[in-house]
C-alpha cells in the first residue's frame, strides 16, 4: 500500500462527473502517475493505472475525460505509457492515444462534447469549464 502525504513530490487531485455521483483520482509520483477511481487518499495494491508519463511533454500534458454512466469513464491520457493495468477494464477504459480523425489526425473532438472535458496539467485548467469538476 502506498500512502501519499504533502512532504513528498506527490501531487492528488480529483476529477469528478458534473453530478459528482463519480469521481477518480489521479496520483503524481515523480514521472508516474497513477488513475484511480474513486476518491482516495491512498493507493492500494490493486484497483488502478500506472502510467510512465516521461515520453509526455510537459505542455502537452492532458487529461482527457468522458463519463460514460454510473460508475464509468473513459480516460485518455496522450504518450503515456502503461506499466500497470489493475482496473476492471469492463468497466474502465484507459487509452494512451488520442482517437484518430478520417484524416489520420489525432483529434481531441470526443473529449468537447456532454459529459467529456479536458483538463490541462500544465496551467491546471479544465477546457471546456463544464464536464468535469476538479479539486486539488
Not at 13 to 39: A, E, H, M, W
Not at 47 to 63: C, I, T
Not at 72 to 80: M, P
Amino acid at each position: 500500500m502506498l500512502y501519499l502525504s504533502g512532504c513528498n513530490k506527490t501531487k492528488v487531485l480529483y476529477f469528478y462527473s458534473p453530478d459528482k455521483t463519480q469521481c477518480l483520482t489521479v496520483f503524481n509520483v515523480d514521472s508516474f502517475r497513477y488513475i484511480v477511481n474513486g476518491k482516495t487518499r491512498k493507493l492500494s495494491e490493486s484497483e488502478y493505472v500506472k502510467l510512465d508519463m516521461q515520453n509526455v511533454d510537459q505542455l502537452g500534458d492532458q487529461l482527457y475525460i468522458c463519463w460514460k454512466g454510473k460508475y464509468l469513464w473513459d480516460v485518455t491520457i496522450n504518450k503515456s505509457e502503461v506499466l500497470e493495468q489493475k482496473l476492471d477494464t469492463t468497466k474502465f477504459h484507459f487509452n494512451t492515444r488520442l482517437p484518430i480523425d478520417e484524416h489520420g489526425i489525432p483529434t481531441e473532438k470526443k473529449f468537447r462534447g456532454e459529459n467529456c472535458a479536458i483538463f490541462d496539467f500544465y496551467s491546471m485548467k479544465l477546457s471546456p469549464n463544464k464536464g468535469a469538476i476538479v479539486e486539488y
